[in-house]
């Protein structure tokens, strides 16, 4: 069965530091796609990065990057030069071709210090 | 273009009667997700469509619970009787493809004195 694990339910940045969070999965699934989302206070799920298991290079999305060790199985999300508009929560996910399901992690809350 | 639309945003019902949550997909998704959101449990899959057919409603809480997609951009997750416990934030989420990302619509908070 396909599980997501954030370890880390809350952090704290200072702006313009960069922070990562951490995401682990496990699938045995060779094929997936794996995913962060981000949920401010107003309560919207906004999607911000995906990688590809065959994906050779990590993804990048401006100031987001997955930073993707497939032996590890981990798909961690590092935000560079934090904004204080970051502080929400962010929830790692995984979608595998066999279920097709998409499963969240517990998410981690992420805030932003001025 | 539309995202995912979900009416309605807010629902304050009481225990016993009946609610009907609605969503609207994005036109040309072929898989349509339904998640719960609360602060103990976080999200839950309810259900989830291909095509207009569910795959796997195992989520589904209870016989209180029923979900339809009567064509491509409809669905709706009615509860009957609703309790107090199914307070939460209901989300409806579609993709195109089985391995893309979902996108989500606004959510309806639901609230049942």
């Known amino acids: 069965a396909q599980k997501i694990t954030q370890t880390q339910p809350g952090m704290f940045v200072q702006e313009k530091e960069a922070v990562t969070l951490d995401c682990t999965y496990d699938t045995s699934d060779p094929s997936y796609g794996l995913f962060w989302y981000k949920q401010p206070s107003s309560g919207e799920m906004i999607f911000l990065i995906y990688q590809g298991s065959y994906d050779q290079q990590n993804a990048t999305e401006g100031r987001y990057s997955l930073n993707f060790q497939k032996a590890r199985k981990s798909a961690n999300l590092v935000i560079s030069a934090s904004q204080l508009g970051d502080s929400a929560m962010y929830f790692c996910a995984m979608r595998d071709s066999g279920g097709q399901n998409f499963v969240f992690g517990p998410g981690t809350r992420l805030s932003v210090l001025p | 273009d539309a995202g995912v639309i979900q009416s309605p945003r807010h629902e304050v019902t009481e225990m016993g009667q009946e609610v009907t949550l609605r969503c609207k997909p994005i036109?040309?998704?072929?898989?349509l997700f339904w998640y719960r959101q609360t602060m103990m449990r976080g999200l839950e899959l309810l259900i989830y469509f291909n095509n207009n057919v569910p795959i796997d409603d195992s989520g589904m809480p209870e016989d209180r619970f029923s979900a339809k997609m009567p064509n491509a951009s409809f669905s709706t997750l009615k509860i009957q009787p609703s309790e107090p416990r199914d307070s939460a934030v209901y989300f409806c989420?579609?993709?195109?493809?089985?391995?893309?990302?979902?996108?989500f619509g606004n959510g309806t908070r639901l609230t049942v004195t």
């Open positions: 036109s040309g998704h072929d898989y």
């Open positions: 989420a579609s993709s195109l493809g089985g391995i893309g990302p979902l996108h």
